[in-house]
């Protein structure tokens, strides 16, 4: 039985702990031994609790542990989004997302590591150093939900939340051959989340199918009286759509997703997933977003500018570190000691667009092309239910290949930075996977609010193929 829960889904081993075929205790040293062997390699683990934090809820999930990015409040646990500068600080109140966790019946079962403050698309951005990927530990596992991605692959828990304001939940589990899941603008509280973008941040699951990522949405999502951009739409019951038919819906190919810069490999994944669709019934039709181009820059405006501002708080006297012993050395001394290069970085172009005399020229242009790219994603949705493209425009990359320079770290973001711009749902999920052994990943970007037709497709497409049931080959020494 417990060489099985690794090939199992999640809500299938909480079915089994409630027809007490296995204890929960066995579940529980079955993921805590994978933990303790596997992750010395891969790091994907920021702290580790023992026991778990658990506490009596109940839901389909009841039982399971799960593992939260190293930015979503735990109370009482050390929140430090793996910057110095919160190397120390406590969180004083749980996320709502944690406290629906606690009363679905989850074990939380530690912090997983990220880019700092998530600025980045590798976890190399750490102060505890990177997190590597289980396929190739030479590569890196995408970011900035790195950790999140890895000891989700890699099964040391059957999910995790990750954070996505640019793609920080799409391409970790792109590179990591996982499923995650970026949902609407609004569907999930970002109360408790340490702020990066404020109109761009979401909480979503990463996790190794469908089924678990339709119930863990279950959980999360849904109006919050602490976070006003929510959405008091209902949220529908995701697991619903499972086993549904998907034959007619009409997906977009955007022409400008397929171009340069899209590795021969990735594409032909892409390619082989389109023929499964059209052998379930769904539709193609190739579409335009014309103002894709312009979306990477928009964005590199956009976060910053708020990152800078959210990141103001950080100033020595209210969290973590303190440096200096008068006011403005405490200032100075706690800010240049306590946050890493890129943050810096983020904090200086984003303070810069935002200054008189530049904003109009920087962050008010930049807000205009973004309800272009809105507009874009409006206009083509009144042909086609959904959009398929590519997650990344490569596999994994090397460790280091692109830490020394951001363009090229910025650029790997191309094809999932504009659904955060305009508020859209998105997942990645496996579709291939690279003559060197990596896994390669697909998005599908939905309507606001239309999480369910991705799920539809995502858990159809998943009973064709295999990729979702492969284990990275790190085993239990
Ligand atoms: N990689 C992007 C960035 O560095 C997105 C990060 C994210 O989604 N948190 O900003």
């Keep these: 039985m417990k060489d099985n829960i690794l090939n199992l889904a999640g809500y299938q081993i909480s079915h089994l702990i409630k027809r007490s075929e296995i204890s929960e205790k066995e579940v529980f040293s079955f993921f805590y031994r994978r933990i303790e ?12 609790y023992h026991p778990p934090l658990y506490y009596q809820g109940d839901s389909s999930l009841k039982g399971l542990p799960i593992a939260i990015k190293d930015n979503i409040c735990i109370y009482g646990k050390r929140i430090t989004c793996a910057s110095k500068i919160l190397s120390s600080h406590i969180a004083v109140y749980d996320a709502t997302v944690i406290k629906r966790l606690k009363k679905a019946g989850l074990a939380i079962v530690g912090t997983t590591n990220m880019d700092e403050f998530a600025f980045g698309s590798s976890t190399e951005n750490s102060c505890y150093g990177p997190t590597r990927n289980p396929w190739d530990l030479e590569m890196v596992p995408g970011g900035s939900s790195g950790g ?4 989700v692959a890699c099964r040391l828990v059957p999910f995790a939340l990750g954070s996505d304001t640019g ?7 792109s590179f990591c051959g996982v499923v995650g899941f970026k949902p609407t603008y609004g569907r999930v509280s970002r109360f408790g989340l340490v702020a ?3 109109s761009l941040d979401q909480i979503g699951p990463i996790t190794t199918n469908f089924s678990d990522c339709a119930h863990i949405l279950n959980i999360i999502c849904g109006f919050d009286e602490f976070d006003s951009t929510t959405s008091k739409k209902p949220v529908p019951d995701f697991t619903k759509v499972l086993n549904s038919p998907i034959e007619g819906i009409k997906i977009g190919l955007p022409k400008e997703y397929f171009g340069k810069g ?10 082989d997933l389109i023929s499964v669709f059209k052998k379930l019934g769904v539709k193609f039709k190739e579409i335009s977003l014309p103002h894709t181009d312009y979306a990477v820059a928009t964005y590199y405006i956009i976060a910053p500018s708020e990152a800078s501002s ?3 708080r950080f100033d020595g006297i209210r969290y973590g570190l303190r440096l200096g012993d008068d006011l403005m050395s405490i200032y100075k001394r706690t800010r240049k000691e306590g946050f890493g290069e890129e943050a810096k970085r983020r904090i200086f172009i984003g303070t810069y667009s935002l200054s008189s005399g530049y904003y109009e020229d920087y962050y ?3 807000a205009k092309v973004r309800t272009l790219i809105k507009k874009d994603f409006e206009d083509v949705f009144k042909e086609v239910d959904v959009i398929l493209t590519p ?8 460790l280091g290949e692109k830490s020394k320079d951001p363009l090229s770290m910025y650029l790997s973001d191309i094809y999932t930075i504009s659904v955060n711009l305009a508020g859209l749902c998105a997942v990645s999920f496996p579709c291939g996977f690279s003559l060197q052994g990596l896994p390669i990943g697909a998005q599908l970007i939905g309507r606001a609010f239309d999480e369910e037709t991705l799920i539809k497709l995502g858990s159809a497409v998943e009973k064709e193929t295999d990729y979702h049931q492969r284990i990275p080959p790190i085993g239990v020494d």
């Excluded at 999140?148 to 000891?151: G, L, M, N, P, Y």
């Design 37 to 48: 062997n596997i992750d010395k390699k891969l790091k994907s683990f920021v702290e580790v």
């Design 148 to 151: 999140s991605a890895a000891a």
């Design 167 to 173: 793609g920080s939940i799409r391409q970790p589990a």
């Design 196 to 198: 990066f973008g404020s």
């Design 262 to 271: 899209l590795d021969n490999e990735v594409e032909k994944s892409i390619l």
């Design 310 to 312: 959210n990141l103001q």
């Design 364 to 366: 008010l242009r930049a």
């Design 391 to 398: 997650t990344s425009p490569t596999p994994a990359f090397k």
